[in-house]
């Protein structure tokens, strides 16, 4: 059965460095989406990104926050100086093209972020 | 934007009994689904229910829709102790999108 992966499992960086995190969606999904949890919370909207651009993004997406379809395949999170509270574990998520409203989505099993 | 919020936060019962979680949300959706998280894993999907049904089963569960109410509850029957997780509701972040927005789970423990 097709399911989303995600690189790495950890990532253990820096306070103010740059991370990328990768995600390769179901192959005919269209949609594509991020998605975190700090440690004990519940999951939260990021960004969605449909037709090579974002077409929600939550108030946590900020300007360090950017998100890219560099190839057919991928879908990358780049947060680009890191802070403490940026540790989550973050996940990915695709879905078909939705028939009204939401549909169902399709989880990675997540990258756990450390920043130190 | 919408958010779901489940009830009770914890749930722990005996195998074989049923479980009932529900989940309450403030403004009108086209959907509403419920995923399972085992720890420190991905979400798993269980069951979608649009707006314009009441009832949707799927084996052992069987979830509820009250739009007059904005609530919802799932039930699980003939609980298993492979079904102890977090169970989460998931409603349109914004209902012109696709994107989900989240309450904060119900973790249920089942005991053999």
């Known amino acids: 059965e097709p399911e989303v992966t995600q690189t790495p499992s950890h990532q253990v960086t820096q306070m103010g460095q740059e991370v990328i995190l990768r995600c390769v969606p179901i192959s005919n999904h269209l949609y594509f989406y991020w998605y975190r949890q700090i440690l004990g919370q519940k999951v939260e909207f990021l960004v969605s990104?449909?037709?090579?651009?974002?077409?929600?993004k939550s108030e946590i997406f900020d300007d360090q926050f950017s998100v890219e379809r560099p190839d057919g395949s991928n879908f990358t999170l780049k947060i680009r100086s890191t802070k403490l509270e940026d540790s989550a574990m973050y996940f990915c998520?695709?879905?078909?093209?939705?028939?009204?409203?939401?549909?169902?989505?399709?989880f990675g099993p997540g990258t756990r972020l450390t920043v130190l | 934007s919408q958010q779901g919020e489940e009830d009770p936060q914890a749930l722990s019962i005996q195998e074989g009994e049923n479980a009932t979680m529900n989940c309450s949300y403030k403004t009108s959706i086209n959907n509403l689904q419920w995923y399972r998280q085992n720890s420190g894993r991905g979400l798993v999907h269980l069951i979608l229910i649009r707006s314009n049904e009441r009832e949707k089963h799927s084996g052992r569960l069987r979830v509820t829709l009250d739009t007059s109410k904005k609530s919802s509850s799932l039930l699980i029957t003939a609980s298993r102790a492979a079904d102890t997780a977090s169970y989460f509701c998931?409603?349109?972040?914004?209902?012109?999108?696709?994107?989900?927005?989240f309450g904060k789970g119900t973790t249920l423990s089942v005991s053999s």
């Open positions: 998520a695709s879905s078909e093209a939705p028939k009204g409203g939401t549909d169902t989505q399709y």
């Open positions: 990104f449909y037709n090579n651009e974002i077409s929600e």
């Open positions: 998931a409603t349109d972040f914004n209902q012109a999108g696709t994107a989900l927005i």
